[in-house]
C-alpha cells in the first residue's frame, strides 16, 4: 500500500508543480487584490456546479466500482447515462446562471458587481469543472489509478496554460473565457476517446440520460443539501473576509489556502481514486474498516515524513509560491494544513460510513460541520482576521472526524486500533507545535534553521515510536530504493 500511495503522490507532485507554476503567475500577474476576486468568484462558481452534479462524480467512485467488477457491458451502460445526466444538468445550470447575472448584476453581492463579465465567462466553466471529477472517479472505478491520474495531469496543464496565458492577455475575463473553450475541448476529447467496452467514461446519448439505476438518483438527492451547502460555506468565509477585510486581506487568506491545498491535492490524491474504490469493492464491516486502518496508517506515515518543513518555513514557502506581497498569510498557514490533515483523517473514515450506505448520517454530520464553520466564521473574522475563518474551517474538520468516529464505534461496532488514533493525536499535536515554531518571523541565521531541523527531527523521532517493525522496514526499504534509482539516473 505504501507504494502505491507513494506511486500516486509522485504523480500528483508533477501535476502539483504545473499547477503551483498557474499560482505563481497568478500572483505575479493579479497581485494579492484580484487573486482575493479571483478566490470567491471560484468559490461562488462550486457552489452551483456542485449543487447541478448531484454528486454524480461522486456516485462515479461509489457505485461504479461494484458494477465494474459485476461486468463491463453493465459498467460502461451506466456510465454512459451518469455522463449524459450530468452534462444535461451543467448545461441547464450555466445558462440559468448566466441569464440570473446578465439580468441581475448586483445578485451576487456589491463586491463582485463591478466584475459581472469576469462572472458571466466564470459560469461558462460549469461543465468543465462537472465532467473534470467524473472523468477522474470514472477511470479509478476501474481501479486503474494510473489512469486516471494521467487525466489530472493533462487538465492541470490546460487549466494552468489558460490562467497564464489569459491572465496576462485579459485579466480575470482571459483566465476564465480560455479555461471555458480549452477546458471543454479537453473533456470532450476524454469523453469521445473512452466511449468504448474498454474506456471508463462515455458520453452516451442524451435520450438515455435519465436511465439510472433508483440508488444512484437516491444518493445524489439525498446529497444535494450537503453539496449546496458545503461550498456555500466555503464561500460564505471567503466573501466575509472580502466584504469585512477587503480584496487584499482575501488574497492573503487564499496565499495560505492555497500551501493547505497543495497538500491536500499531493497527500489527498489517493482518497478518491485507490481507498473509495477499495473500500466499496465489498467485504463484511470489518473487513473494509481494517482495509481503511492500514491506509490510515500509511496515510499518517506519509503526513509526518512531508508536512513539518512547510509549516516550520511557511514564509520561504508564500514567497516562491506567491510573493512577498502575501506574506501577511504565511502566520495562518499551519492552521489551514491543520484543517486539511483532520479533514483527510476524518475522510477515511467517512468512506466507510458511505461504503455501508448510512447516507442519512453522512449527510447530517456534514450539515452539521458546515452550519459550524458559518456560525465560527461570523463570530471570528471580524475579531480576528483570516485566522478566524481558518478556525472556522479548522473547527468543521475536527467535528467531523469526532462525529465519525464516534459513529462507527456506537452504531456499527467499529473502531480504529488504539495505536491509529494515538498517532493520528500525535501528528495534529506536533504539526500544530510545527506551525508554531514556524509563525515567528523568519531569520535567516544559522541558529534559527538549526533549530527548526532539531524540531523535524524531534517530530520525526516521535513518529518512529508508533511504526510497526513490518512499517519501519518498507520504509528503509522505500528511501533506499529511491536513492538507488537517484544515483542510477544518467549524467
Known amino acids: 500500500m505504501l507504494n502505491v500511495l507513494v506511486t500516486i503522490g509522485a504523480v ?56 465494474w467488477e459485476a461486468g463491463r457491458a453493465e459498467f460502461i451502460r451506466r456510465l454512459r447515462a451518469m455522463s449524459s445526466t450530468l452534462v444535461a444538468l451543467s448545461v441547464v445550470a450555466t445558462v440559468a446562471c448566466v441569464a440570473l447575472t446578465a439580468l441581475l448584476p448586483g445578485l451576487w453581492g456589491s463586491e463582485l458587481e463591478p466584475h459581472q463579465f469576469v462572472l458571466v465567462l466564470a459560469f461558462l466553466t460549469m461543465p468543465v469543472q462537472a465532467l473534470v471529477p467524473f472523468i477522474q472517479n470514472g477511470l479509478a472505478a476501474t481501479f486503474t489509478p494510473h489512469r486516471s491520474m494521467l487525466f489530472y495531469a493533462a487538465h492541470a496543464v490546460v487549466f494552468t496554460v489558460t490562467a497564464g496565458i489569459g491572465a ?20 470532450a476529447t476524454a469523453l469521445k476517446r473512452l466511449n468504448t467496452p474498454e474506456g471508463a467514461v462515455s458520453a452516451g446519448p442524451l ?56 497538500v491536500r491535492a499531493v497527500l489527498g490524491a489517493a482518497h478518491p481514486i485507490f481507498l473509495t474504490p477499495n473500500v466499496n469493492r465489498g467485504g463484511t464491516p470489518a473487513e473494509r474498516m481494517a482495509w481503511a486502518v492500514a491506509y490510515q496508517e500509511t496515510l499518517c506515515l506519509l503526513i509526518g515524513l512531508l508536512l513539518p518543513p512547510l509549516l516550520l518555513f511557511p514564509d520561504l514557502a508564500v514567497q516562491v509560491l506567491y510573493s512577498a506581497e502575501f506574506l501577511p498569510g504565511a502566520r495562518i498557514v499551519f492552521l489551514f494544513v491543520l484543517m486539511e490533515i483532520v479533514g483527510l483523517l476524518a475522510g477515511t473514515y467517512q468512506a466507510i460510513v458511505l461504503a455501508l450506505d448510512r447516507i442519512a448520517f453522512h449527510v447530517a454530520q456534514n450539515v452539521a460541520a458546515q452550519l459550524l464553520m458559518i456560525a465560527v466564521g461570523w463570530a471570528t ?23 465519525t468516529t464516534i459513529f462507527l464505534a456506537r452504531r456499527v461496532g467499529l473502531r ?52 510497526t517493525g513490518e512499517q519501519q522496514t518498507k520504509l528503509r526499504t522505500l528511501v533506499r530504493d529511491a536513492i538507488g534509482r537517484v544515483r542510477s539516473r544518467p549524467r
Open 12 to 67: 500528483q507532485v508533477l501535476a502539483m508543480g504545473v499547477l503551483l507554476a498557474r499560482t505563481k503567475l497568478l500572483a505575479v500577474l493579479l497581485g494579492p487584490e484580484l487573486v482575493g476576486v479571483l478566490a470567491v468568484v471560484d468559490k461562488l462558481v462550486a457552489v452551483f456546479v456542485q449543487a447541478a452534479s448531484l454528486s454524480l462524480p461522486f456516485a462515479a467512485i461509489r457505485f461504479l466500482p461494484s458494477f
Open 168 to 187: 496576462a492577455w485579459a485579466g480575470l475575463s482571459g483566465i476564465y473565457g480560455l479555461y471555458a473553450v480549452a477546458g471543454t475541448v479537453l473533456v
Open 416 to 467: 480504529p486500533p488504539a495505536r491509529t488514533t494515538m498517532l493520528a493525536a500525535y501528528l495534529t499535536i506536533g504539526l500544530t507545535l510545527a506551525g508554531f515554531v514556524g509563525r515567528t518571523p523568519a531569520a535567516w541565521s544559522w541558529e534559527a534553521i538549526l533549530w527548526r531541523l532539531f524540531v523535524y527531527l524531534a517530530l520525526l523521532a516521535g513518529l518512529r515510536l508508533f511504526l
Open 207 to 262: 435520450g438515455g440520460a435519465f436511465r439510472l439505476p433508483r440508488e444512484i438518483w437516491r444518493f445524489g438527492l439525498a446529497l444535494v443539501a450537503l453539496t449546496f451547502l458545503a461550498p456555500y460555506a466555503a464561500l460564505y468565509v471567503h466573501y466575509r473576509v472580502l466584504s469585512q477585510l477587503g480584496a487584499e486581506a482575501a488574497g492573503w487568506m487564499q496565499a495560505a489556502m492555497g500551501l493547505s491545498l497543495a
Open 381 to 403: 473574522i471580524p475579531r480576528l482576521g483570516i485566522a478566524g475563518a481558518a478556525l472556522a474551517a479548522l473547527s468543521s474538520a475536527v467535528f467531523l472526524y469526532a462525529a
